[in-house]
């Protein structure tokens, strides 16, 4: 596995060497980049940052389409999503990145993170599962795994709805990016080491990416609120997701991503890495 910073990273035609030296400097091996409308990026631009990042020893560990959610719930906008993720499919590959991220998608009118009933229900499922299998023999034709994140509230927002997924698939190009903040609950909470053993169990090698946060309860009356925190500030049991991430395939990364303040940066990668080292494992 592979360590990969997504946070301060600038869009991709700004991307320099000094960039990719900088990212070395801060004791990451892989990248995270965005592949969004406002910046012009084609597949020789794509592989001329590739070749940037390259020369300083830096992978791009995940690529994440910004704004694609596969469901919404204006048809056509799912099918306009998609499209622009065909289109993006090709950019991952230049950019030599397995895996291209998006949301899965969700029924709220104004944001697809939203809660909604619908986001639970089979339609929802089966909607995000055609989507899926469209584009799946495509990417996989390019070496790409088109992966939707899991989330609480969203359409993937339990193992059990992601391993029903991926049986309805059944096929490469498609696989899962795994945040295990983002669907603990309070009953899961203080005792992810478990959650997580469920989860690789089931999900095994279909998972192509694991993002690193952390959650925490806050301290209310009445409803429980999660929080997320960056990783080392709560509760999740890090031993045992880097001991179960480190048995997927090498190029696997780990990646650190929404952190607001520069200086927790190098805090969270010594957490990740004395957490590998607890655990027996390391980093490659």
């Known amino acids: 596995m592979r360590l990969c910073l ?5 869009p991709l035609d700004r991307i320099t060497k ?7 400097d801060l004791g990451f091996s892989a990248v995270g980049v965005d592949l969004e409308r406002s910046v012009a990026v084609d597949k020789d631009a794509a592989g001329k940052v590739r070749k940037i990042l390259d020369g300083e020893g830096i992978a791009i560990g995940q690529v994440w389409s910004v704004g694609t959610p596969f469901v919404r719930p204006d048809p056509g906008e799912s099918a306009a999503h998609l499209q622009i993720l065909r289109d993006r499919v090709p950019l991952a ?6 895996v291209l991220l998006t949301e899965a998608g969700g029924m709220h009118p104004a944001n697809a993170w939203y809660p909604h009933l619908e986001n ?7 909607r995000l599962a055609v989507a899926l299998k469209e584009i799946a023999p495509f990417a996989a034709d390019f070496g790409i795994s088109v992966a ?4 609480l509230m969203t359409i993937l927002s339990t193992v059990d709805r992601a391993v029903a997924l991926l049986e309805e698939i059944d096929q490469p190009g498609v696989g899962i990016n795994f945040d295990p903040a983002n669907i603990l609950d309070p009953l899961s909470l203080y005792d992810s080491g478990a959650f997580m053993d469920d989860a690789f169990d089931r999900l095994g090698s279909r998972i192509v990416n694991v993002h690193a946060k952390d959650s925490a309860a806050r301290e209310v009356q009445s409803i429980v609120h999660l929080e997320e925190r960056p990783a080392g500030q709560g509760v999740l049991d890090y031993g045992r997701l880097l001991c179960r991430a480190s048995a997927l395939p090498e190029w696997t990364c780990v990646v650190v991503e929404h952190l607001t303040d520069y200086g ?7 957490f990740l890495v004395e957490s590998a080292a607890k655990a027996g494992v390391r980093f490659q």
């Open 6 to 10: 997504d946070s301060f990273v600038p």
């Open 18 to 24: 000094g960039t990719a030296s900088w990212i070395r």
């Open 93 to 98: 590959a230049a950019l030599g990145c397995r």
């Open 120 to 126: 639970h229900g089979e339609e929802a499922l089966d």
């Open 148 to 151: 939707p994140e899991m989330s």
């Open 264 to 270: 927790q940066v190098e805090e969270v990668r010594r």
